[in-house]
């Protein structure tokens, strides 16, 4: 609740709090991981996108490329140069598992083109990101978007579309697919739909998520 009031020495401890955190995890996880590569063992590495954290844009560029890595016995390491998106991955894992796929996507190892990357910052005004646990008014809330395939990308951002970057062709593309998006109905659940324990609760209300 400081942090969100403007408290910017308690936003900056917390920061740095967070970033040694982060490199606390790396320095305990790399050990794990490399053991499960040596023993011939799928590993995939995701990370979240920090969206809200200290954060001076919804859809800042830094936060919406993150690292993706999968580890597969017996694949060479290689490096894509497409666009790609985590929700491909279960596409992915069938493909490493050699079972059917029923899932949409392309899998990440047989990745020839740019795929779509959707980001979706729902907020309301001057109150930062919508609550965990829904929000019972919902007359003021603001869904913003960016859509990003290979060069390309289109915000909409504040009831307007904004330009990034992109040919007519595609940002028409990029524009068709934001607007059914925009289309579609939000739900927001309400504050009853989530029953947090004790020590969940307080976790969510350390890190600012719950007042």
Not at 75 to 94: C, D, E, F, W, Y
Not at 101 to 107: D, I, L, V
Not at 133 to 152: C, F, L, M, Q, R
Request: negative net charge.
């Amino acid at each position: 609740d400081q942090v969100q009031a403007g408290s910017t020495e308690l936003a900056s401890k917390m920061y740095d709090l967070y970033k040694a955190a982060i490199w606390d995890l790396d320095r305990k996880m790399a050990p794990l991981i490399e053991e499960l590569i040596t023993n011939d063992t799928l590993v995939i590495v995701t990370a979240d996108h920090g969206n809200w954290f200290r954060q001076t844009r919804g859809l800042d560029e830094r936060r919406l490329h993150v690292p993706l890595l999968v580890f597969t016995p017996g694949t060479l390491g290689q490096k894509l140069s497409h666009t790609v998106n985590i929700r491909q991955l279960p596409a992915t894992t069938m493909e490493i598992l050699e079972q059917d796929n029923p899932f949409q996507g392309e899998p990440l190892l047989s990745v020839e083109k740019d795929q779509l990357s959707i980001t979706e910052y729902i907020h309301k005004p001057g109150r930062g990101h919508v609550q965990p646990t829904g929000v019972e008014d919902t007359s003021d809330i603001e869904y913003d978007i960016a859509a990003i395939k290979g060069g390309s990308r289109l915000d909409y951002e504040e009831s307007e579309y904004k330009e990034i970057r992109g040919s007519n062709r595609e940002i028409k593309e990029l524009r068709k697919i934001i607007e059914e998006l925009q289309g579609r109905e939000i739900s927001l659940g309400s504050k009853q739909s989530i029953d947090y324990n004790k020590a969940t609760k307080q976790q969510l209300k350390d890190l600012g998520y719950l007042e």
